[in-house]
């Protein structure tokens, strides 16, 4: 192969790195669009939805921990949680220095109702794909991340 083949591939390559990091930006944001709607019902966002599951798994965060677990920025986690306060879904408590953040009743009831819908929603978009292609799927996206890795 001589150079100009080898710099024409090469310009594929980028071409086709370029058409998968498109494809895949479109692919998120229709899921992000899917996910809203179907969330929709209970009235909550995506981030809010990310609140309760965190929140509900780990029983009890300090907002910190919270900060850290969800894919929102800093600035916006106060927001974020004051809005889910007021809906009663969460409650925070002093203790001593730290203060924590937990499922209210409703919170709750909410997330034991909520999770298993929201499971199911979510794995149905990838019925598309046989089960032997999901694994797949998942194993390039996971060796991608581990490239992408600072």
């Known amino acids: ?19 998968i990091w498109f494809r895949l930006s479109r692919v998120y944001n229709q899921s992000i669009r ?7 019902q209970w009235g909550l966002t995506s981030a809010q939805f ?15 921990e919270l900060g850290e677990k969800l894919f929102v920025t800093k600035g916006n986690i106060t927001q974020l949680i004051n809005k889910i306060e007021k809906m009663g879904l969460v409650k925070r408590e002093q203790h001593w220095k730290t203060k ?5 009743d409703q919170g709750a009831q909410l997330f034991e109702e909520m999770v298993p819908q929201q499971e199911q929603f979510q794995a149905s978009q990838f019925l598309g794909l046989e089960p032997e292609e999901q694994v797949t799927f998942h194993d390039l996206l996971k060796k991608l991340q581990k490239n992408m890795e600072i």
């Open 1 to 19: 192969m001589d150079e100009q083949e080898n710099k024409k591939l090469s310009q594929k390559e980028k071409r086709l790195g370029l058409m």
């Open 34 to 40: 899917l996910n809203n709607e179907f969330l929709k």
């Open 50 to 64: 990310d609140v309760l599951i965190q929140v509900g798994i780990h029983e009890e965060l300090t907002q910190k």
């Open 100 to 104: 924590t953040i937990s499922l209210t």
